[in-house]
C-alpha cells in the first residue's frame, strides 16, 4: 500500500511538474488541517510523515497563558485517523498542490523579466491579448501592441517581458511589442557577436512600426559592428524585419565624439557641420538646402530617432537659415523690453542698462530724437562734402584763370616783338 502510494504521488509530482518534497509539504499540511476539524483536538498541533514508509503521526505540544508552546512534545495520533484524514484531506491537498503550481510558475518566470518568450496568439479583444507561452499565459496589454499590427490568431509571435505580477490566481506575465529592448533581444538571437559580447548596442531609439535606430559598438577591430549586424547580403537584420513585420532599422556605428556620432545618427543625410552647446544639451545641425527635408524625415521622424539616440537635442538648419541668421544676429538692437508698471498700470520701456524706465511716449520723443540726430550727422557729412567740393572748383577755376593770364601774355609778347621789328 505505501508504495503504490509512493508512485502514485511521484506520478503526481510529474504531471504536475512539482517536486515530491513539496507534495509531501502538502500532504502534512492536509492532514494537520483534517486532525484539527477533529473533536477534542490539541490546539498545537502537526504531522510528521516518514518519506521510506509514508506512515504518519500527529505530535503535539502544551501551551502556556501567553500562547506559546511549553513542555515535552507527546504523540497524540487518533486510532481512525487513517480513514477521517482520506476523507477530510482531498480537498485541503487539492488546494496546496495547486498553490505550490503556481508558486512554481511565478518562480520559472520571476527573474526572466527584460527577457524575450515566444508565444501563440490565444484570444485578441480591444484591450488585450492573450498569448499562450505553454504552461502559463501571457497578457499583452493594448498600449503595448503596435500600431496597425493585427496577427491572426493562432500565430506565433516574440514579445518582451516587461513585468511579472503574483496574483491569488498564479503569476501574471505583462509583454510588450513596442519595447525597444524587443530589438536589442532580437539581434541577440540573431547575432552570435551580440550574444558573446564582441558587439555591443550602446543605443536604440524606436518608433514602433515605423522606424527604429541602433547604434553599435564593437569591442575588437578585427570585427565590424555594423557589417556583424547586417550579415551576409542583409540575412541577419532580415530576419528581424521580418519578426518586427516589416519596421525599418538603421543601423549606425558609436562614437564617442559627439559631433561625429550625431552626423552618422542622422543618415542617410549628409551634414555639413555639427555646433553643440553644453549648457543647453542641444545642437545645431547645418545641412545642405538639398538635404534639409531628408535630415529631418516624415513628420521629423529622422530628427526625433536621431535625438533620442544620442540623448541630444538637435536643431536641423539648411546652409540659407544659418546664413541669414548670422546676417539677423549681426544687426544691432536696442537692448532691454518692455514691462507693465505695476501701480499705474501703463506699458513702459525698461533699458537693460539700468537707466529709469521710460514712458511710449517718452520712447517715440527719444527715438525721433535719435532718428532726428542720424539725420543731422548725414546732413553734416554731406554739407562738408559740398564744401570740399567747392573749395575744389574754385582752385580748378583759379588755376585755369592763371592759364589764360599765362596765354594772354604770351600773345601780348608776340604782339610787342612784332611792332618792334
Not at 92 to 97: A, E, K, Y
Not at 273 to 284: F, K, L, W
Not at 312 to 338: C, H, L, P, R
Request: proline share 4%.
Amino acid at each position: 500500500m505505501n508504495q503504490e502510494m509512493m508512485e502514485a504521488l511521484q506520478a503526481l509530482a510529474v504531471e504536475r511538474g512539482i517536486t515530491v518534497d513539496a507534495l509531501f509539504a502538502a500532504l502534512a499540511d492536509a492532514l494537520e488541517s483534517a486532525y484539527k476539524r477533529m473533536p477534542d483536538a490539541h490546539e498545537y498541533a502537526w504531522v510528521t510523515i516518514d518519506p521510506d514508509t509514508l506512515e504518519f503521526r500527529v505530535f503535539a505540544q502544551d501551551l502556556d497563558e501567553e500562547g506559546e508552546p511549553v513542555g515535552e512534545e507527546y504523540e497524540v495520533t487518533p486510532d481512525n485517523f487513517g480513514r477521517i484524514a482520506a476523507q477530510t484531506a482531498r480537498q485541503v491537498m487539492t488546494q496546496r498542490i495547486r498553490e505550490a503550481e503556481r508558486e512554481l510558475k511565478y518562480e520559472e518566470y520571476a527573474g526572466r523579466e527584460g527577457d524575450i518568450v515566444t508565444g501563440m496568439i490565444q484570444q485578441t479583444d480591444a484591450r488585450y491579448t492573450l498569448l499562450d507561452l505553454g504552461r502559463v499565459e501571457a497578457l499583452l496589454p493594448q498600449a503595448e501592441q503596435v500600431p496597425y499590427e493585427r496577427p491572426d490568431n493562432t500565430a506565433r509571435i516574440k514579445a518582451y517581458i516587461v513585468e511579472v505580477r503574483k496574483t491569488a490566481k498564479g503569476p501574471q506575465i505583462v509583454v510588450s511589442r513596442t519595447h525597444p529592448g524587443l530589438v536589442k533581444r532580437l539581434f541577440e538571437l540573431e547575432v552570435p557577436e551580440i550574444a558573446d559580447g564582441i558587439v555591443e548596442i550602446k543605443a536604440c531609439a524606436r518608433e514602433p512600426g515605423h522606424r527604429t535606430k541602433i547604434a553599435v559598438w564593437s569591442n575588437d577591430t578585427n570585427v565590424d559592428p555594423v557589417g556583424a549586424c547586417v550579415g551576409a547580403r542583409g540575412a541577419r537584420v532580415r530576419q528581424v524585419v521580418n519578426e518586427l513585420r516589416g519596421e525599418k532599422i538603421d543601423i549606425v556605428p558609436f562614437n564617442e565624439d559627439l559631433q561625429e556620432f550625431v552626423t552618422r545618427a542622422l543618415s542617410p543625410a549628409k551634414v555639413t557641420e555639427v555646433r553643440p552647446d553644453e549648457t543647453t544639451g542641444d545642437c545645431d545641425v547645418i545641412v545642405p538646402d538639398y538635404q534639409l527635408s531628408l535630415a529631418i524625415g516624415k513628420e521629423g521622424q529622422n530628427a526625433r530617432l536621431a535625438s533620442r539616440l544620442t540623448g541630444w537635442g538637435i536643431n536641423i538648419k539648411s546652409e540659407t537659415q544659418f546664413a541669414e541668421e548670422q546676417a539677423y544676429g549681426d544687426v544691432e538692437w536696442a537692448d532691454g523690453e518692455w514691462i507693465v508698471d505695476e501701480e499705474s498700470g501703463e506699458q513702459k520701456w525698461q533699458p537693460t542698462d539700468g537707466s529709469p524706465a521710460m514712458t511710449i511716449a517718452e520712447w517715440e520723443a527719444a527715438s525721433d530724437a535719435e532718428a532726428a540726430k542720424s539725420s543731422a550727422d548725414s546732413a553734416d557729412s554731406g554739407d562738408s562734402t559740398d564744401s570740399d567740393d567747392s573749395a575744389d572748383s574754385a582752385d580748378e577755376r583759379e588755376a585755369d584763370g592763371d592759364s589764360e593770364a599765362e596765354v594772354l601774355s604770351d600773345d601780348e609778347n608776340e604782339q610787342a616783338a612784332s611792332e618792334e621789328e
